[in-house]
């Protein structure tokens, strides 16, 4: 259930945002903007220079579209806050990405579990300007529309470790390198899950080395089957990520018979959780 009502775009496509929801855009922008250098991955920061995304305004669904259309064939859906199972993969087959056409409140502003505009936005779209990131979504959306509802669950975790949550290796510029790789390193570790590129707190958290800072999460490599045995929870920090070698090999899962890992995984088990149980259980949930 959720407090959010998304707003409906009039006959011409525009959702009319009202001053404040401008104004906590703006702050929620401006904030994460500054978290990125150094943190962010270069596919998607080059989505973002592409998108060109308005600081002072809630951008429009169409200016956006224009953009993911020309790059990769991909468009935004305006949707509810929240869309079951079976209208999210058809979307996805489609190539349309929802989009709930509701923002945060300044109550909110820190956290919230509905995905709202600003993470739709400003944490997925610049990857959708990605083909091989674009590939890949667009195959998960084809698989998940014809997968059992037991099959769907191994593929949300597919969905959290990845369009949500993952990390990739890019490689270092020369400036870079002197300063962060060891020696003879020539990669970092960068973030392209949305769910961490929309959120200040996990996009320090999720690269975090030092435990004199804090919790460090676990970095484990990135395989199907391993990542679809894990579990998650969607309100907490993610105590493991799943590491691409690069962004290519997304491009690749999605020409792999994945719905033979998936059967895999089944067979293997889930691993054992490395979080606390919730209080109270509920059923898993994609959000995009």
């Known amino acids: ?146 997968a059992s509802h037991e099959d769907r669950v191994y593929l949300a975790r597919l969905y959290w470790f990845t369009v949500e949550f993952g990390l990739l290796k890019e490689a270092l510029d020369k400036e870079d390198s002197l300063k962060e790789a060891q020696p003879n390193e020539r990669k970092a570790t960068r973030i392209y899950g949305g769910g961490i590129l929309s959120s200040p707190g996990e996009t320090q958290y999720a690269l975090r080395t030092q435990e004199s800072d804090g919790p460090v999460p676990l970095h484990k490599p990135f395989e199907p089957v391993d990542v679809m045995r894990t579990p998650y929870r969607i309100d907490i920090m993610q105590p493991v990520y799943f590491v691409l070698d690069d962004i290519q090999q997304l491009y690749d899962l999605a020409h792999t018979d994945v719905m033979a890992l998936v059967q895999e995984a089944k067979a293997k088990g889930l691993h054992t959780p490395l979080f606390a149980p919730k209080v109270k259980s509920s059923q898993p949930v994609i959000t995009s």
């Open 1 to 146: 259930m959720t407090q959010y009502v998304s707003k409906k775009p009039d006959p011409q496509g525009i959702v009319h945002w009202s001053d404040e929801e401008h104004h906590v855009w703006h702050d929620l922008v401006a904030r994460q903007q500054a978290c990125l250098p150094g943190r962010a991955c270069q596919a998607y920061l080059d989505g973002l220079d592409l998108l060109d995304l308005p600081t002072d305004r809630v951008p429009q669904l169409g200016d956006i579209n224009r953009v993911l259309l020309a790059t990769t064939g991909w468009q935004c859906a305006p949707v509810p806050a929240l869309i079951n199972f079976d209208r999210f993969f058809s979307l996805l087959a489609e190539q349309q990405f929802p989009v709930a056409t509701f923002l945060r409140t300044r109550e909110e502003f820190d956290y919230l579990q509905e995905p709202d505009f600003f993470h739709e936005i400003f944490g997925h779209c610049a990857m959708l300007t990605n083909p091989a990131f674009a590939q890949f979504t667009h195959m998960y959306g084809r698989l998940g529309l014809n």
